[in-house]
């Protein structure tokens, strides 16, 4: 199985930035992806923006030129950077391993993303 945590998560004005990380250990076998989602109160879990492990990345629309994904292979870490922060952004943000090869499909705890004045 593959473990992950987020961090990073903060209170952040609208127009700021701000970069939540996951790091992943385990059993990290390709081929995968690893994907961000978020949830509001209220709302649907959302897919944000995944990354594989060939570097192929893509982005919701909602988020596209806004958000940017980048990874640390030596630290197994991927970092989502995160600019013009809207109030809409506001969510727990869930960090998300998948390995359909071998039926892996792992979760983090969530990290809590606010945008507000």
């Given at each position: 199985q593959?473990?992950?945590?987020?961090?990073?998560?903060?209170?952040?004005?609208?127009?700021?930035?701000?970069?939540?990380?996951?790091?992943?250990?385990?059993?990290?076998?390709?081929?995968?992806?690893?994907?961000?989602?978020?949830?509001?109160?209220?709302?649907?879990r959302?897919w944000?923006?995944?990354?594989?492990?060939?570097?192929?990345?893509?982005y919701?629309?909602s988020?596209?030129?806004?958000?940017?994904?980048?990874?640390?292979?030596?630290?197994?870490?991927?970092?989502?950077q995160?600019?013009?922060l809207?109030?809409?952004?506001?969510?727990v943000?869930?960090?998300n391993?998948?390995?359909?090869?071998?039926?892996?499909?792992?979760?983090?705890?969530?990290?809590?993303?606010?945008?507000?004045?």
């Amino acid at each position: 199985q593959v473990q992950l945590v987020e961090s990073g998560g903060d209170l952040v004005q609208p127009g700021g930035s701000l970069t939540v990380s996951c790091r992943a250990s385990g059993s990290i076998s390709r081929p995968y992806v690893m994907l961000w989602f978020r949830q509001s109160p209220g709302k649907e879990r959302e897919w944000v923006a995944s990354i594989t492990n060939l570097d192929d990345r893509s982005y919701a629309e909602s988020v596209k030129g806004r958000f940017t994904l980048s990874r640390d292979n030596d630290k197994n870490m991927v970092y989502l950077q995160m600019n013009s922060l809207k109030p809409e952004d506001t969510g727990v943000y869930y960090c998300n391993f998948k390995n359909a090869i071998i039926g892996v499909d792992s979760w983090g705890q969530g990290t809590q993303v606010t945008v507000s004045s």
